[in-house]
């Protein structure tokens, strides 16, 4: 089994009042944009893409499949604050899914990451990928990173953090 975790484009600053209707900026577009011929040359063909519903999330998975295909669908299992088991339970909706996709927020995805493989650390930037392969069911220590996408590696590197 095959598990990606994109973190979503660059969002507008953070507020105070309502962190959560963030957006992706014009920039953070420009980015994932970039990103998709390496998506493609990459042959990503998650099965599902499961997305938390705040718009900056939800307007990466929806760039993501704009480039390669499908059609996300938004689980609040992923909203900030999610744990392994939230992504997991998320992805048991869809039990024929082989490669899941999850576009979700740091340090979540982050954390998920280190539990299922056992790296002592992991740093997702915003709009970076990485790949998780399992010979079986994904669990705990399970894992192993296949690879890990800096943004830098995009076409447009000036995107900035």
């Given at each position: 089994?095959?598990?990606?975790?994109?973190?979503?484009?660059?969002?507008?600053?953070?507020?105070?009042?309502?962190?959560?209707?963030?957006?992706?900026t014009?920039?953070?577009?420009?980015?994932?944009?970039?990103?998709?011929?390496?998506?493609?040359?990459?042959?990503?063909?998650?099965?599902?893409?499961?997305?938390?519903?705040l718009?900056?999330?939800?307007?990466?998975?929806?760039?993501?499949?704009?480039?390669?295909?499908g059609?996300?669908?938004?689980?609040?299992?992923?909203?900030?604050?999610a744990?392994?088991?939230?992504?997991?339970?998320?992805?048991?909706?869809?039990?024929?899914?082989?490669?899941?996709?999850?576009?979700?927020?740091?340090?979540?995805?982050?954390?998920?990451?280190?539990?299922?493989?056992?790296?002592?650390?992991?740093?997702?930037?915003?709009?970076?990928?990485?790949c998780?392969?399992?010979?079986?069911?994904?669990?705990?220590?399970?894992g192993?990173?296949?690879?890990?996408?800096?943004?830098?590696?995009?076409?447009?590197?000036?995107?900035?953090?």
């Amino acid at each position: 089994m095959i598990l990606y975790f994109l973190r979503h484009g660059k969002a507008g600053q953070p507020r105070a009042t309502n962190d959560d209707a963030r957006e992706l900026t014009d920039k953070g577009r420009g980015a994932l944009r970039d990103a998709a011929a390496l998506w493609q040359r990459l042959n990503l063909r998650p099965d599902v893409v499961l997305t938390s519903p705040l718009p900056r999330a939800a307007q990466t998975a929806e760039l993501f499949c704009e480039a390669m295909g499908g059609t996300p669908i938004e689980d609040d299992r992923l909203r900030p604050g999610a744990s392994w088991g939230d992504l997991a339970r998320a992805m048991t909706d869809h039990a024929d899914a082989r490669r899941v996709m999850f576009v979700g927020h740091e340090p979540d995805l982050s954390s998920a990451i280190v539990e299922l493989s056992g790296a002592s650390s992991v740093r997702m930037r915003k709009g970076g990928i990485a790949c998780l392969e399992f010979y079986g069911i994904p669990e705990p220590g399970g894992g192993e990173i296949a690879w890990l996408l800096d943004p830098d590696l995009y076409a447009d590197s000036d995107q900035g953090d």
